[in-house]
């Protein structure tokens, strides 16, 4: 499941607390001045997003993708509605039908996937010049702020 911005006790400050406003919770202040600051986004279950928008209908059901139950194959990915069951990336068809056997199976479009991850890269150029794809669903990105 995404999760939301960190609390306080997991390391971001407060205001009035006496603590940095930084998001990272004052680790900026140990960093080298002029170090680089790469972003790392990890567009979790991105497989199962593209299967999802392409028929509506499969919006928010149970989506596991990587090929057919009695397949002898592997769950590529799942939507978060699948997750909620167990089902994770590695996990055997098999057993990711007997967690959820109301799922949704499909072995994936590729090219709607890379269509999707071109867009993605695209945005993202519009904000930084450097912007790598390490994977289907992973994008470094610089920032292009130097801390000083």
Known sequence: MPQG?????????????????????????????????VLHLDVDAF???????????????????????????????????ARAYGIRPGMRLAEAARLCPHAVFRRGDAQAANRLREETARVLLRHSPTVEISSIDDFFVESGRQLT
């Open 5 to 37: 911005p960190p609390t306080t006790a997991q390391g971001a400050s407060s205001k009035g607390s006496g603590r940095s406003s930084s998001p990272l919770g004052g680790r900026d202040a140990r960093l080298v001045p002029g170090t680089r600051r």
């Open 47 to 81: 497989l199962a997003s593209v299967e999802e928008v392409l028929p509506p209908e499969l919006s928010g059901q149970p989506l596991v993708i990587g090929g057919m139950p009695d397949e002898r194959n592997l769950v590529m990915t799942s939507s978060y509605a």
